[in-house]
Each structure stands twice: as structure tokens, then as C-alpha cells.
């Protein structure tokens, strides 16, 4: 509309941005902030249900950043066994988190196609394109990419140093 001569937004996936042509003035952060989790040392020791909010909020939130930033991809691959799928993967920079999950693709009569695997593998957003790539050149087809919402691991570092601060 022409009418403002500068506009303030709170961005975070600058969609806003985009969306209305503007462009963000190098220096021009008027604020910055971040979220602080605050508790009373003595509930965290004596009442065993905060603890336990406490460490939910901070595994969903943790998990939510992680997931953030990587993306689930998810493609077929010609393969005589299960085995050469995972070796076939390994050649590719693409490891997943803790390696590529393997599964049989089951025909529409309910068999297994025994030539063909399912692939997941977690991938960094930024390196999806490189990524597809990589997975084609070993015979990957139809590549599905699918946004996470949380990665939860074995053990949430917030959480454990927490437990180290309280001495728990």
C-alpha cells in the first residue's frame, strides 16, 4: 500500500517477510529476547510432581527445537536384501540419527516385494537437496520429505543438567 515507512515484526521463519516483499534492515533489531524456565529449588526436591512438569516441558521443548531443523526422508530402493539397503545408504553422507531404518515394501495383494526396501532417514534441513541427490545416485526412487515435529533422544541434556545443578 505504500503508506508506512517502516514496519516492525517479530520474526522467526521470516514467512511475513516474503510473503509482503520487505526486507529486513541490516542492525534494525529492535529487540531480542528468549524464554527462562523458572522454579523453586525447594518443589523440585520435595514435590515429585513438579519435577516431573518440569522435565516435560523441557523434553517437548528441546525435542521441538531439534525437530526444527531436520526433516524425515522417507524412499524406495531396489536392494536383494535388507543388508545391501543399509550398505547401499551407508555410501551416501545421509546417516539418519543413529542410521537409516529398513523396512520390506508390501505389494497391494499383501506380499513382499523382495526387490524393493523402504528407507527413513532424519536429514538436516539444509542439506535436503544435497541429500536427494546423494540418495538417487544409489537407486533411490519416489522420495517422500516429511517435516518433524519433535525428535525426543534417550536422554534430554537440559533435563540432565538440571538433575546435576539440584544434586538429583
Same mark, same amino acid.
Given at each position: 500500500?505504500?503508506?508506512?515507512?517502516?514496519?516492525?515484526?517479530?520474526?522467526?521463519?521470516?514467512?511475513?517477510?516474503?510473503?509482503?516483499?520487505?526486507?529486513?534492515?541490516?542492525?534494525?533489531?529492535?529487540?531480542?529476547?528468549?524464554?527462562?524456565?523458572? !522454579?523453586?529449588?525447594?518443589?523440585?526436591?520435595?514435590?515429585?510432581?513438579?519435577?516431573?512438569?518440569?522435565?516435560?516441558?523441557?523434553?517437548?521443548?528441546?525435542?521441538?527445537?531439534?525437530?526444527?531443523?531436520?526433516?524425515?526422508?522417507?524412499?524406495?530402493?531396489? !536392494?536383494?536384501?535388507?543388508?545391501?539397503?543399509?550398505?547401499?545408504?551407508?555410501?551416501?553422507?545421509?546417516?539418519?540419527?543413529?542410521?537409516?531404518?529398513?523396512?520390506?515394501?508390501?505389494?497391494?495383494?499383501?506380499?513382499?516385494?523382495?526387490?524393493?526396501?523402504?528407507?527413513?532417514?532424519?536429514?538436516?534441513?539444509?542439506?535436503?537437496?544435497?541429500?536427494?541427490?546423494?540418495?538417487?545416485?544409489?537407486?533411490?526412487?519416489?522420495?517422500?520429505?516429511?517435516?518433524?515435529?519433535?525428535?525426543?533422544?534417550?536422554?534430554?541434556?537440559?533435563?540432565?543438567?538440571?538433575?546435576?545443578?539440584?544434586?538429583?
Amino acid at each position: 500500500m505504500d503508506m508506512a515507512d517502516a514496519i516492525v515484526d517479530l520474526v522467526s521463519s521470516e514467512t511475513t517477510l516474503r510473503e509482503n516483499n520487505l526486507k529486513e534492515i541490516d542492525g534494525g533489531v529492535v529487540l531480542e529476547s528468549q524464554a527462562t524456565l523458572v !522454579a523453586s529449588r525447594r518443589s523440585l526436591h520435595t514435590r515429585e510432581s513438579v519435577l516431573e512438569v518440569t522435565r516435560e516441558v523441557l523434553e517437548r521443548l528441546e525435542a521441538h527445537l531439534t525437530a526444527s531443523s531436520e526433516l524425515m526422508v522417507t524412499l524406495n530402493i531396489r !536392494a536383494s536384501s535388507a543388508l545391501e539397503a543399509v550398505q547401499r545408504v551407508s555410501q551416501t553422507s545421509i546417516c539418519g540419527l543413529e542410521g537409516p531404518n529398513i523396512s520390506s515394501v508390501y505389494r497391494t495383494d499383501g506380499k513382499v516385494d523382495v526387490e524393493y526396501y523402504s528407507v527413513d532417514v532424519v536429514v538436516p534441513q539444509k542439506l535436503l537437496y544435497k541429500a536427494i541427490q546423494q540418495l538417487r545416485s544409489i537407486g533411490g526412487s519416489v522420495v517422500l520429505v516429511k517435516k518433524l515435529t519433535y525428535t525426543f533422544e534417550e536422554e534430554t541434556p537440559r533435563w540432565h543438567n538440571l538433575l546435576t545443578e539440584l544434586g538429583l
